[in-house]
């Protein structure tokens, strides 16, 4: 449920549940137009991550068909998915993903079912994935991440035996921080993206309660602001990307009903109101920039 910065001007949702899971995606052109369901290739899944990486392509990693995975597939500056490469490091699911170091991308976090990881995994400008690296802070699943400050990310909220609200910075070099105290409201199922050249935007989730539109931007040095009032549908389960270079659009999941509904977002962090999704509407996706 996590999305990237890229310089990239495109975007592309893909995998999820529906009745079951599946491999489709939706392509998202530099105007936030998403286009008729493409049927995917590789193995079904939910609960994965997405980055962009190498200035102008995406990855789709890691998550649950049945059991935990830890496949990934490459997506060309054209948006064509690749099929299954075995992947390397700990299968798990609930992860989430953000590029960093201007061409480079990180997995983290997560659960195979039973504990809950910080493992991280970089993710080389050729689409090569590291093998575990130790995380720092609070092992956790059901967050978000975005890149943010042109070169640096951040992994944000998720979920321990409560939701929290939680941040950890990465560095340049994708060395993840020590927890930082979030601000806002704790919650998982959420989405983030990159916007605006530099910053960051994480949007919607679910609060243990209920289902909420929430948003809490980011500024170019990473730090996470108090939440704003969202538009639209309340919705967790969901998924963002950055498109058109300075622009997000949050799509997809639940409240419980599945939805494809977007939400654009301008290059200030405004969110606009729901526009009716087009494709299968499901949860559990992942989504990246890719292309130029």
């Known amino acids: 449920m996590s999305a ?35 049927t995917g290739v590789g193995t079904a899944r939910r609960n994965l991550a997405a980055t962009s990486y190498g200035t102008d392509k995406a990855i789709f990693g890691y998550g649950l068909n049945s059991n935990p995975v830890s496949m990934t597939n490459l997506v060309s500056n054209t948006g064509t998915v690749v099929t299954d ?29 039973g504990p809950r990881y910080t493992i991280t995994n970089l993710v080389s400008n050729v689409g090569v994935i590291g093998t575990d690296n130790a995380g720092a802070g609070t092992a956790r699943e059901w967050l978000a991440a975005s890149s943010y400050g042109n070169d640096k990310a951040i992994f944000a909220y998720g979920i321990v035996s409560s939701v929290v609200s939680m941040t950890n910075l990465i560095s340049n070099t994708g060395t993840a921080a020590a927890d930082v105290t979030g601000v806002g409201t ?63 659009i949050f799509g997809y999941g639940a409240n419980p009903s599945l939805i494809s509904l977007t939400n654009l977002v301008s290059n200030t962090g405004v969110v606009a109101t729901d526009t009716t999704g087009v494709g299968t509407a499901r949860q559990l996706l992942a989504a990246s920039s890719y292309g130029t």
């Open 4 to 38: 990237t910065k890229g310089v990239s001007k495109k975007a592309i949702f893909g995998y999820g549940r529906a009745s079951s899971e599946v491999s489709i995606t939706n392509l998202v052109s530099n105007i936030g137009a998403v286009a008729i369901d493409t």
């Open 85 to 113: 490469v075995t992947g390397v490091g700990t299968v798990r699911y609930n992860l989430a993903a953000a590029s960093y170091g201007t061409d480079k991308g990180i997995f983290g976090y997560g659960t195979n079912g």
């Open 186 to 248: 704790a919650r998982y199922g959420l989405a983030a993206a990159s916007f605006g050249t530099d910053k960051a935007i994480f949007g919607y989730g679910y609060s243990g309660a209920a289902y909420v539109s929430i948003t809490n931007l980011v500024s170019n040095t990473g730090v996470v602001a108090t939440d704003t009032t969202g538009v639209g549908t309340t919705r967790a389960g969901l998924t963002a990307a950055s498109y058109g270079t300075d622009t997000v």
